[in-house]
């Protein structure tokens, strides 16, 4: 009976629970800096498996660290940070260069070609809670292009 009770108790407890959503990162890459460079961007392939937001990420490799939008305003490309990018659920969501990504800057250090570089993903699910999702990027070289390495 006791066993019997704890069970139901557990069941009750994870049914009372909201989930969070769950982010998978895939084809993750930042780009390579030279000695001097203070900025760089990281980009990569994101899908939750519910609906979410993408509200906040941050890197120990740089002072700041910002969602950002590049986008065309009369014949001019322009970027800004956003608050938060959707994450529709099982829809793939891109952060590439051109578009959403991630700006790293007052960076620490350089940038070099072949070692990785952590970034915290920060995920807001529908409910409001918030869940950090850790990624080591690789440093690709300043000339890499995504579509060049299919």
Do not use: C
């Not at 009770?5 to 909201?18: D, G, H, Y």
């Not at 305003?73 to 260069?97: F, H």
């Amino acid at each position: 009976m006791k066993q019997l009770l704890k069970l139901t108790a557990a069941v009750l407890a994870a049914v009372a629970i909201p989930a969070i959503a769950q982010v998978s990162v895939t084809e993750p890459w930042a780009r390579a800096t030279v000695p001097a460079a203070k900025s760089s961007g990281a980009f990569m392939r994101l899908q939750s498996k519910q609906d979410a937001r993408l509200v906040g990420v941050r890197s120990p490799v740089a002072d700041v660290a910002e969602l950002h939008r590049m986008s065309m305003e009369n014949n001019r490309m322009m970027m800004a940070p956003v608050a938060a990018i959707d994450l529709p659920a099982g829809k793939p969501v891109e952060l590439a260069s051109g578009g959403y990504h991630v700006m790293l800057m007052g960076l620490k250090r350089q940038l070099k070609e072949g070692e990785s570089v952590p970034l915290t993903l920060v995920v807001e699910a529908k409910d409001g809670k918030r869940t950090d999702v850790d990624v080591q990027v690789p440093v690709r070289p300043l000339t890499y292009s995504p579509h060049a390495a299919h």
